[in-house]
């Protein structure tokens, strides 16, 4: 069975600050593991994907995120934050090979401070 | 334009008056889902469908019916709607081609609101 939790369901940062969103995930065989975006009122979009390939992954807006399979993470990451990267952010796994049904986290609210 | 169409976007009914919210897509996807949003909880799957006739129970099926007779077309119905069901649903689909490694694409969302 697969799951995720992504830690913290708030975080707020300052602009211009590095931006961290945690994502742990688990899953009896190898992963794959997606961010989306959601911004105010509109549906979710995709910002990357890792499917066994590099474990950096770069995506749109300047986020990046890393697979670690010895901590089980997919941490998503932004060196510097700018006030329209505000939205929510949700991490989601499937398992490859596997029935396909994704498992999404519960999301992370990204607040940027002026 | 590859999309996914929802509608109606908002929507405010009362208890127990039938509703449909559609979903199209056109990207000749295989796979197609519904899901809830709610705050703190995150996304929650209703139904979903990996072909045509082929429809299956998500994780919160209760008091949702869906059909899925074209590929394009995934339809939500509410037969009696309760005020639980207030939330804002997400119709999104994919191709089933890759075993999973495939991004989701997803419509704009429509907030429902039971009185």
């Known amino acids: 069975a697969q799951s995720v939790t992504q830690l913290g369901s708030h975080v707020s940062v300052s602009e211009g600050a590095l931006v961290l969103l945690r994502c742990n995930y688990s899953?009896?065989?190898?992963?794959?593991l997606f961010w989306y975006v959601q911004y105010p009122n509109q549906g979710l979009q995709l910002l990357l994907k890792y499917t066994s390939a590099a474990t950096l992954v770069k995506g749109i807006n300047g986020f990046e995120a890393e697979f670690k399979k010895s901590e089980t993470s997919f941490h998503l990451t932004k060196p510097s934050a700018h006030m329209s990267d505000a939205a929510e952010y949700f991490c989601a796994v499937s398992e490859a090979g596997g029935s396909y049904i994704p498992t999404f986290g519960r999301g992370t609210s990204l607040i940027v401070h002026p | 334009e590859a999309q996914v169409t929802q509608n109606p976007r908002y929507l405010i009914t009362v208890t127990g008056k039938k509703l449909t919210v559609t979903c199209s897509q056109n990207?000749?996807?295989?796979?197609m889902s519904w899901y809830r949003q709610d705050p703190g909880l995150g996304l929650r799957q209703i139904y979903y469908s990996m072909n045509v006739e082929v429809t299956d129970k998500g994780d919160v099926p209760e008091g949702y019916k869906v059909s899925r007779k074209e590929k394009r077309n995934f339809p939500l119905i509410l037969e009696s709607p309760s005020p639980n069901q207030t939330s804002l649903y997400f119709c999104?689909?994919?191709?089933?081609?890759?075993?999973?490694?495939?991004?989701?694409?997803f419509g704009d969302g429509t907030r429902l609101s039971i009185l």
């Open positions: 999104a689909s994919t191709t089933l081609g890759g075993g999973g490694n495939q991004p989701q694409h």
């Open positions: 990207m000749n996807h295989e796979y």
């Open positions: 899953s009896s065989v190898p992963p794959y």
